[in-house]
């Protein structure tokens, strides 16, 4: 998909990547607003100049991994500490080097870190920046080893190590489970070791640019504007209108498949039903609501519509608000 008009983000995450790692870095936003493909522009970028080595694991290719599919997806079998991924032919990162005699079954979890690190410090060596990149780490959440140590919380101790400690290493994680992001973020143990960067919805001013770049009539940008907010919205209607298909057809039908999805949800959950109406309703009128105005007994009824990507909650700014603006709509005809 083409990128769509996002220098701030792009530049904020170019200059982070060159910065003195001292804290991980979680970039989170709604689904589909461009994190995954900003992060892959910093990405081709940055690894222009070979002064980088981005170890990059997109953790949505997988279904939910194993302790022992864990292993295969982050490292790869040779004779470097540091290998390029073979199944990335386009783009130039890495996997963590591991000897091809290494025995995965036996590999305990201070073993994976060592082995983590010492690609790291390789790196170091060869006078490069590591920056390890995870895709959707929640992913990772049910994964035990030995002992019935969480591999994430583990994970996270290393992470604080090679950032704020010993300052090695950059670590940034992307998600669109803000939920996820609510945990970290209320964690004490990782107070002052993390930072959030939000990428949302594209404005208004973007979107009208591009459309325009792409020849829509005045008339069809000024109805588009008032339901676009994702970039992967503006790519299908542009799509859409090559095959034949007018603006508002397109619109709309988006807008049905959204509400008939949200009925359904609504229909699946007759005990919850009640109180998540009194959730949705709140933006009858309304396109944010502030975390503060939620009342204590409907707020796990909010958390499941964030669950169930209904909603968007920003836990940095403190802001529910739904998915996208074609879900907003959504809400508001599912209340009719």
């Not at 982070?16 to 790692?21: D, R, T």
């Not at 009925?263 to 009858?284: P, T």
Request: net charge neutral.
């Amino acid at each position: 998909m083409k990128f769509y008009n996002r220098e701030r983000e792009l530049n904020y995450l170019k200059t982070y990547c060159q910065l003195e790692p001292n804290s991980i870095l979680f970039v989170y936003g709604p689904k589909s607003s461009g994190k995954t493909t900003v992060m892959l522009r910093v990405i081709e970028e940055l690894s222009k100049n070979n002064n980088f080595v981005f170890f990059y694991y997109d953790l949505r290719e997988y279904a939910t991994p194993t302790k022992e599919e864990f292993l295969e997806i982050f490292f790869e079998k040779g004779d470097k500490k540091y290998l390029l991924n073979k199944l990335e032919i386009d783009l130039k990162i890495f996997k963590f080097g591991i000897e091809e005699n290494f025995d995965f079954k036996n590999l305990s979890l201070n073993d994976v870190f060592n082995k983590i690190k010492e690609s790291i410090k390789e790196v170091i060596k060869d006078r490069k920046k590591p920056i390890l990149i995870i895709d959707e780490l929640q992913k990772l959440k049910n994964i035990y080893f030995n002992g019935g140590k969480s591999l994430l919380n583990e994970l996270f101790n290393l992470f604080v190590h090679l950032t704020k400690v010993r300052h090695l290493c950059h670590v940034i994680c992307l998600t669109s489970d803000t939920l996820f992001i609510e945990e970290i973020y209320r964690n004490s143990a990782l107070k002052n070791t993390s930072e959030y960067y939000l990428i949302d919805w594209l404005n208004k001013e973007d979107i009208k640019k591009i459309l325009k770049e792409e020849e829509f009539s005045e008339e069809e940008i000024d109805y588009a504007l008032n339901y676009l907010s994702l970039p992967y919205e503006i790519s299908q209607l542009i799509n859409n209108k090559k095959l034949g298909l007018s603006i508002e057809k397109t619109i709309k039908q988006w807008i049905n498949i959204e509400k008939d999805a949200l009925i359904y949800l609504l229909k699946s959950n007759k005990e919850k039903k009640e109180n998540l109406l009194k959730v949705l309703s709140k933006f009858k009128e309304k396109i944010e609501v502030d975390i503060n105005n939620i009342e204590d007994e409907i707020f796990e009824d909010v958390k499941f519509l964030i669950k169930n990507e209904v909603l968007f909650y920003d836990v940095i700014n403190g802001i529910i608000k739904p998915t996208s603006i074609i879900e907003w709509y959504a809400i508001k005809e599912a209340l009719k």
